[in-house]
């Protein structure tokens, strides 16, 4: 599978990952020759495999609905790039 | 011998009988450090002050009688565990001043053993890689050979426990960057069954593989490492809830009764000869303690398991690290709009495989490619995983090569993912079938370590425990430590 340049890009948009001109054209070469590899894959009867998304045969895990104790406010924002008033400052999402 | 040299229970003897304190242990580790780590570069962030408080700690408990095998003695901790207080950066420029709110568990219950932590370890950014040349900071070197790399991801600890930096350390294994790199720099590493360690403040990477494991100098440290941090968690939801055992109690050193198979898939073309030789003097060698070999076991879709790791691993990973957007934590670019700033963040705040990951699995993940990629390799990983749960009706454990070659020279492969991607390709099908690994010493060649892979069925680890330990009381390929370190220290 040969990916475009075109096809970078929307990979580009759709991660939220911006790239330069040089990043776009190696990753556009390596990632095309990595998926050419990955055709070996087909080769693969899958018919009638059901798919394993986790090793473990665990099924709804769930916790009892108790109040316990979590961290403080501060904390939390104590990493945060930009806050203000107690909450994660960004710039406006909407114009 | 010297003290940083010491083995966990080689240390706690000396400590329970007051030969020595953790303060005189720990101090000895921090010196190595001090002395080695201009070569080596294992470890990002040096907790001197935390550890010596630890330490005085831990001599104060063992004098009042309330001594674990683990108290007063010093670890590192893979960078990609979250540490309070700790800078905790996965060796990416992302996260270079996250200093985490919280303890994984593993730490909390390191903690509570009463552990000396002496930093954080060095590794391929956010565990992606598998030389350690992906690291934002800077490259560890191989103990054994400058030159060379320790493999990766965990290749800060692996060479830090090799070159006594630390007495142990733990590390995390997605695709073989616990095992890999404790091959190639001649200790123990396990990856334990998925699910038999929290993976509760383990920065995720890809979180269907993704395991917690010891890396150690010897079989019955990593025995006792899995005492403490093994255990259901209600914290990590993948985590099971299954009895651990006492792993020490499974070390005996002959193995009668035991079958063992050689899957013949991992003897790969392209296999250095002299890897496959000390395989082959290894696996005689576990016949002559007792195990019935057979050479004619076969794992048939093992030649897929490349493609379907590297469909599955980066997509996974692409959803985890979709989080790294410069709003709560990390690096944050300041652009012209809301948008800029979370693009630029992204671009300048992760590294180049980083960034090939989160591209990949972004493809397999789009609309028009889910099915051809990322649901077929989920079918393939279930073939895989039958054929082990096949294998192990007829074997108690399988035992195969870690890595097809010796450490690679720095620079070799950093250039061709593909190259480096295979590299793991005797470690990363144990992932993906969720079961256990353990990886012990097993000689040289051309004067570097090889390391042999034993696998059992999931929650099997106290055989692969006993096999390993059988193999290291007959052999003394783990007590051989990195010399070329003392020759450069003496001519300097």
Known sequence: ?95 | MNLYDLTIHQSHELLKNGEVSSTELTRAVLERISKVEEKLHAIVTVTEELALRQAQQADERIRSGDSTPLTGIPALIKDNMCTRGIRTTCASRMLENFVPPYNATVVEKLGDAGVVIVGKGNMDEFAMGSSNEHSAFFVTHNPWDLGSVPGGSSGGPAAAVAAGEAIYALGSDTGGSIRQPAGFCSIVGLKPTYGRVSRYGLVAFASSLDQIGPMTKDVTDSALVMNVIAGYDHRDSTSVNYPVPDYTKALSSDLNGLKLGIPREYFVEGMQKGVEEVMRTAIAKLEDLGATVDWEASLPSTRYALAAYYIIAPSEAMANLARYDGVKYGYSYDGENMWDDMEKTRQFGFGPEVKRRIILGTYALSAGYYDAYYLKAQKVRTLIMQEFQQAFEHYDALITPTSPTVPFKIGQKVDDPLQMYLSDVCTLPINIGGIPGLVVPAGFCDGLPVGMQILGKPFSEETLLRIGYAYEQATDWGQQRPPILERQNDAS
Request: hydrophobic fraction near 35%; aromatic fraction near 6%.
């Open chain 1, 1 to 95: 599978m040969k990916l475009s340049r075109e096809d970078v890009l929307h990979i580009s948009t759709l991660c939220r990952m911006s790239m330069s001109n040089a990043e776009l054209e190696r990753f556009q070469e390596q990632i095309s020759n990595i998926l050419e590899n990955f055709e070996i894959l087909k080769e693969v009867d899958t018919t009638n495999v059901p798919p394993t998304a986790y090793p473990p045969p665990l099924e709804n895990v769930i916790r009892e609905d108790k109040v316990a104790p979590c961290l403080p406010q501060s904390d939390i924002l104590a990493n945060a790039p930009h806050q203000e008033e107690g909450y994660f400052r960004v710039k406006a999402v909407l114009d």
